[in-house]
């Protein structure tokens, strides 16, 4: 059963979208590999400090919703009682945890905007998807030194991020996106994934692995290209794997 997740699938509340998140019934093994948790269908309020139960506030000890900030919902049980809830934190990996409570698992993730609401989203499985994608690169000259744009998904863990690329040139170029995990490698016939024709605007979806900045690698195969990057979504295995 390590790893194990099935439901916990989150959204949006359907009356409070800003700042409550609603996830469906669901069980997930404990990141430790040693309780599963079984919680029912469940809504939080990431606009108030932690408090036990549904419907009560999910924020772990000293956080705050802040403003252009990415939060990870958490599972989270007491084996003396076998009382599970849910927590948020800042942190993907080491959430300060209620009294009592000893065990925990991510169970997916969601960011605010510049006014601290929490941006709309859309989850099935492993995918979620932004209901509006994200302008993360607009018109920014590129060569062939790489550079590291920052996109629209979970930090402090690595994700597959979705996104829409586009490009454009005076002659013929190629671009290249690469994992950080990834050796930084020359673009070029066959190593190309967008080829911009003789000033051609060329664009395509890609799905690139992240580093934990929520970082990927981008460059050209000449001087002179300029492009652009929309996210619209990323796939998260929330620890399936590990």
């Not at 409070?16 to 939080?44: C, E, H, Q, Y």
């Not at 919902?73 to 076998?82: E, K, N, Q």
């Amino acid at each position: 059963m390590r790893g194990w997740l099935a439901g916990l699938t989150l959204s949006n509340d359907g009356i409070n979208p800003n700042t409550v998140i609603d996830t469906t019934a669901g069980v997930a093994n404990a990141d430790d590999a040693t309780t599963l948790m079984t919680l029912p269908a469940f809504t939080k309020n990431a606009n108030g400090a932690w408090a036990v139960g549904t419907g009560n506030g999910c924020l772990a000890t000293g956080s705050s919703l802040a403003a252009s900030t990415w939060y990870h919902l958490f599972v989270i049980a007491r084996t003396d009682t076998g009382a599970v809830d849910e927590l948020c934190s800042t942190s993907a990996t080491a959430p300060t945890l209620p009294t009592n409570y000893t065990k925990k698992r991510r169970i997916g993730s969601f960011k605010t905007d510049g006014a601290a609401h929490i941006l709309a989203f859309v989850q099935n499985g492993d995918e979620f998807l932004w209901k509006t994608s994200t302008p993360d690169v607009n018109s920014v000259a590129i060569g062939t030194t790489a550079l590291a744009p920052t996109l629209t998904v979970p930090t402090g863990v690595q994700v597959n991020a979705l996104f829409r690329a586009t490009q454009t040139n005076p002659g013929a170029v190629g671009l290249l996106f690469t994992s950080p995990d990834e050796n930084d490698q020359t673009g070029g016939l066959p190593n190309n994934d967008l080829t911009s024709p003789n000033g051609v605007y060329a664009s395509a979806r890609f799905n690139v692995r992240t580093n934990t900045n929520a970082q990927i690698r981008a460059r050209s195969v000449s001087p002179g290209s300029t492009y652009w990057i929309s996210t619209y979504g990323w796939i998260d295995t929330h620890g399936r794997f590990n």
